[in-house]
């Protein structure tokens, strides 16, 4: 982070989708507000949180083992440890990791964030996803964009309505990096319990946060033109590459990881 960057003042009379999933979490870095759209949430949206936190862990491991060194996470969300960085420096001590969220209280815990391994570099930038040559052109400041690259994109896209292009925004960010890359990706979905569809939107519609979830034909496309690492895209609760495997629980997530040819 900059030194001497500017810090937006955080607003605590709206709720923000980053301290809401960090309520879900357990954790203690929100609002009021923001604890009332968790609590109105359905009462496995906590459990879809975790599960979808631990396919993470699952997959950036597997990358720094498959010798991905470089990482780009957009939507970083409140440190919950371990956090990207941790789980990629504990196997490649000198990877270089980039975290970019827009929330204000995310800047106010980079110090934690970018407390990493004396080998590799950890970094935060203040930015909006709906803003990827912005995130693009002050990432390369860390990022070496001739070697691979893994862009993380978790459980963020769903908020992000048809009207603001997600998947342009996705493409923008993914066409941009070099061959070799990675795209490792969440969304939210309603496909394995419709029943809650409702009930979810409706929760965040109250606190004013667009969402939209959508289904696997609507996430598919994120992942056009690239090679799907096995088992494809599926649910958050059913992608691994080491044993022990994951219980199979129903997810509120679809989950994938794919190459850049």
Request: hydrophobic share 40%; proline share 9%.
């Amino acid at each position: 982070m900059t030194a001497g960057t500017p810090r937006p003042d955080i607003d605590t009379s709206k709720p923000h989708p980053a301290r809401v999933y960090d309520w879900l979490l357990g954790g203690k870095d929100n609002y009021p507000v923001d604890q009332r759209v968790g609590e109105t949430l359905p009462a496995e949206a906590r459990g879809n949180a975790a599960r979808n936190r631990a396919f993470m862990h699952r997959a950036a491991a597997w990358l720094a083992k498959s010798g991905v060194d470089e990482f780009l996470d957009v939507g970083t969300g409140i440190p919950t440890e371990p956090n990207l960085h941790q789980i990629v420096q504990a196997i490649s001590p000198a990877a270089r990791i980039v975290y970019a969220d827009n929330d204000p209280i995310v800047l106010r815990h980079a110090e934690a964030l970018l407390t990493g391994t004396p080998e590799g570099v950890t970094d935060f930038l203040h930015a909006d996803v709906r803003q990827p040559a912005t995130i693009l052109e002050r990432a390369r400041e860390v990022l070496d964009f001739d070697r691979p690259i893994a862009l993380s994109l978790i459980a963020l896209l769903h908020f992000l309505p048809d009207d603001e292009d997600p998947y342009r925004v996705v493409s923008t960010l993914v066409d941009t990096l070099p061959r070799g890359s990675y795209l490792l990706l969440s969304h939210g979905t309603a496909d394995q319990h419709p029943e809650l569809r409702q009930e979810t939107e409706s929760a965040y519609k109250k606190g004013a946060i667009p969402l939209r979830m959508r289904t696997r034909s609507e996430v598919e496309p994120f992942f056009c033109g690239l090679e799907l690492v096995e088992p494809g895209l599926v649910f958050a609760t059913e992608w691994y590459q080491e044993e022990p495997a994951p219980v199979r629980e129903r997810s509120g997530f679809y989950a994938g990881v794919a190459r850049i040819p």
